[in-house]
């Protein structure tokens, strides 16, 4: 049985990072396009639900999980 990674956390410096470019800033993809992607094909879930949205604006408290990563915005 494969152990899951411990939460990340992410501190926004303003009041919120669209979907895209938090997925970047965390180095879970090499670039846009990538990041659009995997948004596109549903890989990408926003406090629990598959968001589809790549400007979807996340803010503090909001948890994202792509792949077997996951990190929660403070």
């Known amino acids: 049985m494969r152990k899951l990674k411990e939460m990340e956390t992410f501190e926004l410096r303003g009041e919120y990072i669209q979907l895209n470019q938090l997925l970047k800033a965390l180095g879970w993809v090499e670039n846009g396009g990538a990041a659009n992607a995997a948004i596109d094909e549903g890989y990408v879930m926003v406090n629990g639900e ?11 408290g909001m948890v994202v999980e792509f792949q077997e990563n996951k990190v929660k915005i403070v």
Not at 50 to 57: A, D, F, M, P, S
């Open 50 to 60: 598959i968001e589809v949205r790549k400007r979807n604006k996340i803010y503090r």
